[in-house]
């Protein structure tokens, strides 16, 4: 048992990102899990006479809170943005604090986002593919049938962000035309913003980079899908759930937008067994005969593709 005055930490899911560093003068005593598995039992058993916990994705939860393993618990720090693996509530209830990080890999994944956005865009996947494939551009003389045309520069692209991050400043530093917009509940509008409803209506790029909550599941669904233009792309770099994946599809082969790319999923880890997204890019090859059969004006990307 560690002496009594250090503060005893837990490190959850050590294998996301390098451990933190402490200060030497700092009394504590650490302890790393490279992996939890995320059911209460075993999350409770590494909880015990422990301080503070630190996770990236492994749940508290309020049973877990409930546990007598995890009555010490004072600090929930996670190492990422978002907290939607963590129950709030539970914790204010408990007197427990949870600290985040606001600025984590803001950079790194507004350039991912700028990846999955060129990969869509150009069918940079499909071609690809259809090279590595076959003959097909020999026997054709051309692939255009999979491209509807020459694609949009940056300069014709109108950009809208629901969310936050660094994506702005790269877009517009591309001749994007940007646009910010509001929370989907209000009514009124900041001077910076425009209204939700606007930047589906309008935008030809839509990146969502805001945290799963509450009001935030299913944000993008089947109302809000069709509002959007029919060339306009979807692309998805906060957190599963914040679009109705079903809905997404169903808009996909209805040809109400051109494409949809994603690093986030509903369920994961994700496969084609348990993910909507994931089955479709599957069915279709990454070569455009999902498109083919449904509508000439469809795409669906994920990015594991891309990976």
Known sequence: MPPSNQINIVRLDGWVCPPPIFSPSFEHNYVTYDRTEPTTESIASRLKNMDVAITTRVPITAELLRRPESQKLKLVAVLAIGTDMVDLKACRERGVEVRNVPAASVEAVAEHALGLFFALRRGIVRMHNIMIEGTEWVDKGNLTSYFGGLPPTCKEEVVGI??????????????MTVHLSEQKSLTSIRLDRLPFTKILETCTVIFLTLPLTPTTI???????LNLMRKDALLINVAR????DEEAVVKA?????????ASDVFLEEPASFENNILVKTAREDGGRGRFEKKVSSESTCCVSMILL
């Not at 629901?162 to 001749?175: H, S």
């Not at 299913?218 to 809000?224: G, P, Q, R």
């Not at 599963?240 to 679009?243: H, L, S, V, Y």
């Not at 996909?252 to 949809?260: A, D, H, P, S, W």
């Open 240 to 243: 599963g759930g914040i679009m």
């Open 252 to 260: 996909l082969k209805e040809g109400k937008i051109r494409g949809v």
């Open 162 to 175: 629901i969310g936050v991050g660094e994506l702005a400043n790269l877009t517009r530093a591309l001749g």
């Open 218 to 224: 299913n944000l993008i669904s089947t109302e809000e």
